[in-house]
């Protein structure tokens, strides 16, 4: 049941943002008028509350929120004030660790088709397992999810360990995948293997997609690469220019934000064995890698999901790339210029009272909902908005 009373805390002052960041100073030219602009006082609420370790969250019309369950591989409904199990084959996803039942996105055509997507761990002949994207219908009364097809799978596992794996429809209809290196060194660099990469399909025939990198390779897993040499792809977001973004996990240090181009290389290469000594982005590699955006430095902080925030309301938090933080227990606010170069970076105080946070999604309202990570079923979805 949701809460009743709101918590209505101040945000934390324009001065309290970070304005060295790790990763580099920010840039000073080019600067977002949001990033001039004051931050606006938030309303935190607990809108779903008995939860454990709740992964991801989507509308589904009519005032309806879908989330997923990492560890319990449940799907449930929160309509109108209640939450309700939507039957699903729970025994079928592997969970094991840090993979489950993981990443959740809904067809933008969800009012007439009914599909929903979910990325988890799923069992294979032998006692094996794997991680796999799954297409479902979902009946009307979000009551019952009916399995459509498996659209990709074969990502490497190993003990659960990096299992990824966020989803996300982009605006031209395609659907990206982030996925986990599984604690195997070679995943991220090997062309051949699905695990430490961002994939990208046909989110109804699960083809890889028509203009991928490797697009004409002879291997069909390379087919379906956009971008590799990750570490554990946790978020993914698309900006309102219509670039593509990741969030992943660094080792003891360097978690990225990083803008994805096409084929391009991010440069983790933990080999021999699993090495987490070597940097995040190791520029000793062959060929070109990419820089990111933006690092956390020494110590990771552990991000996680995260979306682009957007609407007048948001004030100075309008257009930031909003990144959920689980060790250090935060969100953190991006501003990026239209160059994509890091501005600011902002904390609110407000958000930093709720332990470990999974990610962020913005409800069709403007409203953010932003489910936690304790465990144990301490968690919660928050519902923030701004104070008027």
Known sequence: MALLLALVVPAAPASAALDNPAGGSPARSDVPAAAKRAIPTLV?????????????VVSIGAGRMLFTQRDRATLTVFDHGRKRGVRFPSNDVWVSGETGLMGLEVDPDFATNGRIY?????????????VRVVAW???????????????????????GRHGGCRLLITRNGSLLVGTGDAAQGTNPRDLHSLGGKTLRLDRFTGD??????????????????????????????????????????????????????????????????YNEDVPMTDPSLPGKQRNARWTSGNPTLACSGGTF???????????????????????LFLQFDKQGRLVKVRTPASLRRYGRIRTVVQAPNGDLWIPTDNGGGRDAILRVSVKH
């Open 137 to 159: 219908h979902l009946n009307k009364a979000a009551t019952r999810a009916t399995r459509i097809k498996r659209l990709v799978g074969g990502f490497p596992t190993s003990s």
């Open 309 to 331: 925030v957007y609407g007048k309301e948001w004030g100075a938090l309008n257009g930031s790339l909003a990144v959920a933080v689980q060790k250090s227990t935060r969100v």
């Open 44 to 56: 935190v609420r607990k809108q779903v509350k008995g939860l454990d370790h709740p992964w991801d």
């Open 208 to 273: 890889p997609w028509r203009t991928n990198p490797f697009i004409h390779s002879t291997n069909a897993k390379q087919r379906y690469i956009q971008t590799y040499g990750h570490r554990n792809v946790q978020g993914l977001a698309e900006r309102s220019d219509g670039s593509l973004w990741n969030i992943e996990q660094g080792s003891f240090r360097d978690d990225e934000v990083n803008r994805l181009v096409n084929g391009g290389d991010y440069g983790w290469n933990p080999v021999p064995g």
């Open 118 to 130: 979910t990325c988890q761990g799923g069992l294979t002949g032998g006692g094996g397992h794997d």
